[in-house]
T-cell receptor
Framework: DTAVSQTPKYLVTQMGNDKSIKCEQN?????MYWYKQDSKKFLKIMFS???????INETVPNRFSPKSPDKAHLNLHINSLELGDSAVYFC???????????FGQGTRLTVV | AQSVTQPDIHITVSEGASLELRCNYS??????LFWYVQSPGQGLQLLLK??????LVQGIKGFEAEFKRSQSSFNLRKPSVHWSDAAEYFC????????????FGTGTRLLVSP
């Protein structure tokens, strides 16, 4: 009965590879987000989707492409991974007009 | 631009002692303010939020926070800390610039000593 679930929890991959992180929420929320937490624990929003429509794209390299097949899912695909992409990626959701109230457990991405 | 400052990187508190974590924000309009907690290896959990009204906000796990507009602060408090409160605490301001996003501070790590 996890509210916001992400898979995988850990991801280790080589530079240049392409990888995806999946996120699903069962709260019936309209808005979903991707946040990136760097090695210094700094959290910054990357994307926000509302009812499958992209509404925030915070100067993220276009190697990162979010996809929302329906309002319960927001996946993150990353092309040509770089060492600097190593971080913890959090998915979150909120009801429309709300804020990122519910976070997933995070996906720790390590690029070697 | 919106910003949040958490001046304390680490704080150590004895179990049973009181706690105050500092948060200062910069935002031109009336802010929406939040405190989140992140336990090791976990996602963020919302402790409390302030939108308007009473400036003293009660949250979960016995936490409260007070909004002080004159000081641009939203400090988090707890009267008696438990060992399980050891975690990273993040203050955030909600920026409503046509769409909603959270701007986070850099976090304060709380250590609880026996």
């Amino acid at each position: 009965d996890t509210a916001v679930s992400q898979t995988p929890k850990y991801l280790v991959t080589q530079m240049g590879n392409d990888k995806s992180i999946k996120c699903e929420q069962n709260l019936g929320h309209d808005t979903m987000y991707w946040y990136k937490q760097d090695s210094k624990k700094f959290l910054k929003i990357m994307f926000s989707y509302n009812n499958k429509e992209l509404i925030i794209n915070e100067t993220v390299p276009n190697r990162f492409s979010p996809k929302s097949p329906d309002k319960a899912h927001l996946n993150l695909h990353i092309n040509s991974l770089e060492l600097g992409d190593s971080a913890v990626y959090f998915c979150a959701s909120s009801p429309q007009g709300g804020w990122a109230a519910f976070f997933g457990q995070g996906t720790r991405l390590t690029v070697v | 631009a919106q910003s949040v400052t958490q001046p304390d990187i680490h704080i150590t508190v004895s179990e049973g002692a009181s706690l105050e974590l500092r948060c200062n924000y910069s935002y031109g309009a009336t802010p929406y303010l939040f405190w989140y907690v992140q336990s090791p290896g976990q996602g963020l959990q919302l402790l409390l939020k302030y939108f308007s009204g009473d400036t003293l906000v009660q949250g979960i796990k016995g936490f409260e926070a007070e909004f002080k507009r004159s000081q641009s602060s939203f400090n988090l408090r707890k009267p008696s800390v438990h060992w399980s409160d050891a975690a990273e605490y993040f203050c955030a301001v909600g920026a409503n610039t046509g769409f909603q996003k959270l701007v986070f501070g850099t976090g304060t790590r709380l250590l609880v000593s026996p």
